[in-house]
């Protein structure tokens, strides 16, 4: 039986698959070693030859590098959908991007957000919530209407937003 598998090409042991690292794999998607080994044993039971053993590998690890990529892309756009539903929510209660009222809700909701996060700890509790962006952008009108009127009370009376020569009423 040993002969008859080598004659059609089965390597003697498993670790002579030879697989290596392979190079499509995106960063995201960790290298496991001890994936390929177990493959490699469960090939050679099989009696795969080598060719055999990587085009199914090769198959395996190109099927999970598009899932991946796909999963990306449906968080993209998800992310986008999501980014533009929340900022029209604040447009039709702020006003217009560009507008003064829209500008200084922003700027109220920044200095509470880095105000009050000094270790980081909101933010990343923001983050894992789905509510930050990558950006640093909160992806939820209610949390930055929160923000900004929180801002608001704390500091209306500095008179001055940063950036910004206009004075604000008290």
Do not use: C, M
């Amino acid at each position: 039986v040993a002969e008859f598998r080598k004659k059609l090409g089965v390597p003697p042991t498993e670790a002579d698959y030879g697989f290596k690292v392979p190079t499509t794999l995106p960063p995201e998607i960790p290298y496991d070693g001890e994936r390929d080994k177990a493959f490699a044993k469960a090939a050679h039971d099989a009696g795969l030859t080598t060719k055999q053993a990587s085009a199914i590998r090769d198959w395996a690890i190109q099927n999970e590098v598009d899932g991946f990529n796909g999963q990306v892309e449906g968080l993209k756009t998800t992310l986008a959908e999501t980014i533009k539903t929340e900022t029209a929510r604040l447009v039709q209660e702020w006003g217009p991007q560009t507008g003064e009222t829209f500008k200084a809700n922003v700027e109220f909701a920044d200095r509470f957000f880095t105000s009050v996060d000094k270790k980081g700890e909101l933010k990343a509790a923001i983050q894992k919530a789905g509510w930050l962006g990558p950006k640093g952008e909160i992806l939820n009108s209610a949390l930055a209407t929160a923000f900004a009127d929180a801002g608001r009370a704390l500091y209306q009376e500095d008179g001055q937003l940063r950036g910004s020569a206009d004075q604000l009423s008290n």
